[in-house]
Nanobody, 125 residues
Framework: VQLQASGGGLVQAGGSLRLSCAASGRTFSRYVMAWFRQAPGKEREFVATIRRSSGHTYYADSVKGRFTISSDNAKNTVLLQMNSLKSEDTAVYYC???????????????????WGQGTLVTVSS
């Protein structure tokens, strides 16, 4: 299984970016796909996730209303549309995947089996 994240870059506060995660190596129809991020000097944190079988999405409170996660099942790609970006959104963003094992662990990065290489998002104020 391989996850390839892309789309990071430098953007001014208030701007938008769209991250993409291309998955390959198996069928991901019953998987959970997620985005996590890690800012300099901070621990990795959950951003958003989508359960591909149902399409249900879940967000961290810090990004709710600004970020949207979506899935293009035909292309095995998960997108993260990030709007109204803030300086505190600056981080390396990682996509992750795991078989859907239910809601209790959906925000727990330690429960994810596969990780992409990360893409850097820098928001200038």
């Amino acid at each position: 299984v391989q996850l390839q994240a892309s789309g990071g870059g430098l953007v001014q506060a208030g701007g938008s970016l769209r991250l993409s995660c291309a998955a390959s190596g198996r069928t991901f129809s019953r998987y959970v796909m997620a985005w996590f991020r890690q800012a300099p000097g901070k621990e990795r944190e959950f951003v958003a996730t989508i359960r591909r079988s149902s399409g249900h999405t879940y967000y961290a409170d810090s990004v709710k209303g600004r970020f949207t996660i979506s899935s293009d099942n035909a292309k095995n790609t998960v997108l993260l549309q990030m709007n109204s970006l803030k300086s505190e959104d600056t981080a390396v963003y990682y996509c992750a995947a795991k078989p859907d094992r239910g809601l209790p662990t959906i925000r727990d990065g330690g429960s994810y089996d596969y990780w992409g290489q990360g893409t850097l998002v820098t928001v200038s104020s």
